[in-house]
């Protein structure tokens, strides 16, 4: 998809493309669900903008357009501007900077900051399938990253030591991630890398018909036993591969995410850190080595922008609308 493309100059273009992704056969009413061709109208006229239409169902009777219902409803950028941010935080693979955008798309940097979490917001996949299978094999580990700034939920002022004995990583952000070699990862940010933690999210996420690879960290050893299979590295010894035993691929993972956060996105607040590790999934779920093209992420993000709604009114500072 070139920047020279219509749909990056013109917000009718971009409306057109983004009606072509959610309404393939035909606009349908986001309000009551009526898809019947005969009761949706197209509204014209100076007193309707382009792209609204109006629900004849006898119980409906609402206007639509096709951001309603998705994280760009209510936007006053135009959409070809969204559509230019999408394809940008796609295409780079270490991100693309709210201040970077700003000066990009020529808004407000404030704008461009809520604009780039709406984007992350579609990239998250609200049905993930299972990992894994009979003959896959899943690396898991967990790294750190960031000053912690929620508190650990052992109320101690003992700093637990890391693998290697140090106590580097006790007021840092812990993340976990799983990988299927060859397929797709999944990366969750947790308040600490405990034994009930981690298989929790295994099990909820990984096929136990899997064969399981860590490393030799503890909280793995009673849970590799509920798999098929499962092989270590000793890290501690300088082991990173045996035959076909690693964890290179969720480490390669961390490599591109840690790269990402350090020269690109710099600062991240412990309350938005799990929308970024949405960001670097998709982009990795979406890689060109699965023979995705930037054209095809762009469209798989636009299709994940429904039912997503962002606003930061509760008390959590995110809900769906």
């Keep these: 998809m070139l920047l020279t493309d219509n749909r990056f100059q013109d917000a009718s273009e971009a409306r057109k493309w983004f009606e072509l992704q959610r309404w393939p056969n035909g606009p349908w009413c986001p309000h009551c669900g009526n898809a019947n061709p005969d009761e949706i109208t197209a509204l014209h006229g100076k007193a309707h903008r382009e792209g609204v239409y109006q629900c004849n169902e006898k119980e409906c009777r609402l206007q639509f357009s096709v951001t309603v219902g998705t994280v760009m409803e209510r936007s006053k950028i135009p959409l070809n501007k969204w559509l ?21 798309l020529g ?42 700034e929620t508190p650990r939920k052992d109320k101690t002022n003992r700093k637990p030591p890391s693998k290697s004995r140090k106590t580097g990583g006790a007021d840092k952000r812990v993340i976990f991630g799983l990988v299927e070699r060859g397929g797709k990862a999944r990366t969750f940010h947790i308040n600490q890398a405990t034994a009930w933690e981690v298989r929790r999210l295994i099990v909820k996420n990984a096929s136990r018909k899997s064969v399981l690879h860590t490393d030799e960290a503890r909280i793995y050893t009673s849970l590799g036993q ?28 961390w490599s591109v995410f840690k790269r990402g956060m350090k020269g690109i ?15 670097f999934d998709f982009r990795y779920n979406n890689r060109a080595a699965l023979k995705i093209s930037d054209t095809e992420r762009t469209e798989n993000i636009a299709k994940g922008v429904e039912g997503k709604r962002l606003t930061y009114r509760s008390p959590n500072k995110a809900s769906y609308a």
Aim: glycine share 8%; hydrophobic share 30%.
């Design 226 to 253: 509920e798999f098929e299979g499962h092989k270590t590295v000793i890290h501690s010894d300088y082991e990173y591969v045996r035959g076909t035993v690693h964890t290179n691929t969720v480490e390669n993972v």
């Design 84 to 104: 230019l941010a999408m394809h940008l935080m796609s295409s780079s693979k270490k991100g693309y900077s709210a201040h970077q955008l700003h000066r990009t």
């Design 265 to 279: 996105y710099q600062h991240c607040g412990e309350a938005h850190l799990h929308r970024y590790l949405a960001e």
């Design 107 to 148: 808004i407000t940097y404030q704008s461009a900051w809520f604009l780039a979490h709406r984007i992350r917001e579609a990239m998250k996949d609200m049905n993930p399938e299972p990992m894994g299978g009979e003959g896959k094999i899943i690396e898991a580990d967990e790294t750190y990253y960031g000053k912690r």
